[in-house]
């Protein structure tokens, strides 16, 4: 249990924000006085890192351990769901005695067994993605929809909740939507920043980001009108860096946007992937300062559990970080150089027989897994004074790999512009041997490149959605919430199923399509299979299914397929309904 002493915990993480984002950056286009004026009041970290892309973010937050080891290494086709045998943080907290809610962007299971209420959430409303206005999405497995803009929706019902006559500390989780796209703000704020000679685009941007910042102004207000602001913890970060497209920012946008010049986007190894705010407060406790070590969101769950006066759950959850509660207190010398080892690879494995960008859901099966070789896959370790790059992607004016590598003395070149291999070679070489040891470390884990395991009958939802298989054959391809292809006959994609649950269960296959199309399709589990002719419709029941207990197989596979190609079918759910 907590001690009588725990202070209240809010973790608010925005989406597809970058460094640059803020105004106490450096930014002069951008308003963000709540958030300028919540840095100045913490402590900051200057060389805090962040997954480079969403779900991996996530799941190293939630768990203090590395995103590969909890079986997450991407942000769809069934790469995003944190292994259930996973203890998360606000487990830990509701076991602890603290009631416990979330507002906002999950984004760490799509199914049953994997959602936010039945992870250690008393309660939570999970958006769906990405509508910025007029929300709509699940409060603990029930259909929810709101009128006005999201980032009102989420702040206004995580104050109904922070201000709840209830005597036991909480634990709040507030993941915004904001400012991933699709780009939507008022109208007025828009006007606002177009009026400072800003494009349609970025000044949308601008909008959304200063709607978000005064959201968070309204719960920072009736923090301190409740009387509870000395005694929370309020911390505040990014989950990667910007996202770009041509369609999206034109390169004079990008130069305006990026005031100080860090390379990379989301989705990259450069610095402005990965390099991410953080701000610590709670007053009267932790003086504000400006934090220079490194720091990752390994780091985060330990630091919070070490404030709280928690212990861990179980002696082996393992975390990959440390408490930084010695940086709070202002001893910026208690750790050690050599304990800041930051492991950072890109999004998606390089799939010895698929390495194209193209292939980046394919499953991993464990035979697989084994052959993932660290030398062919994007990595990349940072520590106080180095950073060391392997395969990084091409930006604009990024220096010259030396066999596929990059080193930079990040002491001295923060902004990555010189590649220092040559003239640091022992350097290189160190660095190298200790990413690739670890790489091979991460292959042994259990849940490592794990797909999901569906659970049928387990938690508080009973509707089970199977939307990314352990393996694919033949000319399938994995996309983000569906399997594409199906187009010759051995087709095929297998699924692992976990009953918790036996009896009859109803089942649905669920498709992208809704076009005539002569393709068969054999679908099995267990010892139960149904041949389906593909009709025009998008949703076709498979009748009744007596499922028991334990794992189970699930295989569907093109049975006939016409003579001439057909533009590939996409798949999109196996669903199971209590019957």
Known sequence: MAPPSAPNVIVILTDDQGWDDLGLHG?????TPRLDQLGRESVRFSNFYVASVCAPSRASLLTGRHFLRVGVSHVHGGHDYIHPDEVLMPEIFQQAGYRTAMWGKWHSGKTSGYLPWERGFDEAYMANLYRHRNSTGQWNGQPRQFEGWTNDTLVDGALEFMTRDDSRPFFLHLPFLTVHTPL????????KYAA?????????????LDQMDTAIGRLLDALEASGKAEETLVLFMSD???AYSKELLTDEDR???????????KGSMWENGIKSPLFIRQRGRFQPATVDRLADLCDLLPTLLDCCGIEPTTPEMNFDGRSLKPFLEGETSALSPKDSYIYINASWPVHPTRPKREDEYHPVPHEVKAHLFPDAEHLSLRTETHKLLQHPDEVLNAPTPIEAQ???HMAVDPKEDVNVLKTQPEIARTLRKRLHAWFEEIKQEPHAYHAPVFQIGVG?????????????SGQLHNQVNSIEGWTRIGDR???????????KWAWFLKRRQTVELAVSLRIQIGTHAIEVCLADDSHIHLGQVTLQAGEQRLTIETVQAPAEPNPPISLGQIIFEPA
Do not use: F
Not at 184 to 191: N, Q, R, T, V, Y
Not at 464 to 469: E, F, I, N, Q, T
């Open 493 to 503: 994609a297998d699924y692992r199923v976990e009953v918790d649950q036996p009896g």
């Open 27 to 31: 930014n002069p286009w951008l308003e």
């Open 240 to 242: 990667n860096g910007p």
């Open 196 to 208: 400072k000679g800003l494009s349609r685009n970025l000044a949308t941007i601008y909008a959304m």
């Open 184 to 191: 939507d703000a008022p109208e007025e704020l828009i006007e």
């Open 406 to 408: 990059v080193l930079i």
């Open 460 to 472: 508080k939802t009973n509707v089970v959605h199977l939307c990314a298989s352990e393996r694919i």
């Open 255 to 265: 130069a305006l946007r990026h005031r100080s010049g860090y390379k990379g986007q």
